[in-house]
């Protein structure tokens, strides 16, 4: 017979440690901190114009803007 409890306690140990590596990362990491400067872009876009002008248009705008002066930036200060 299978014991439930086991079952879910190895499945829940396997789940614990996928989500530590991933929330770990380096990759999900450098999102997190991409994803602020959107959101900091965001607000900043928005109180010049006077109204909220959405994620999907501030990602846009970041990105033709400072994606590339921000990663090289942030590869020099890595490497520091």
């Known amino acids: 017979m299978f014991n439930i409890k086991r079952i879910s306690n190895i499945m829940t140990d396997a ?8 929330y770990n ?4 990491r450098e ?7 959107i ?3 965001k607000w900043l876009e928005s109180e010049k114009k ?6 999907s ?8 803007k400072y994606r590339s002066g921000w990663r090289k ?3 020099i200060y890595n490497e520091e």
């Open 39 to 41: 959101l900091k872009h």
């Open 31 to 37: 999102f997190l901190e991409e994803r602020e400067e």
């Open 25 to 28: 990362s380096s990759v999900y």
């Open 50 to 55: 006077g109204y909220d002008i959405g994620y």
């Open 57 to 64: 248009t501030a990602l846009i705008d970041w990105i033709l």
């Open 73 to 75: 930036h942030r590869k």
């Open 15 to 22: 789940l614990s440690a996928t989500e530590s590596f991933f």
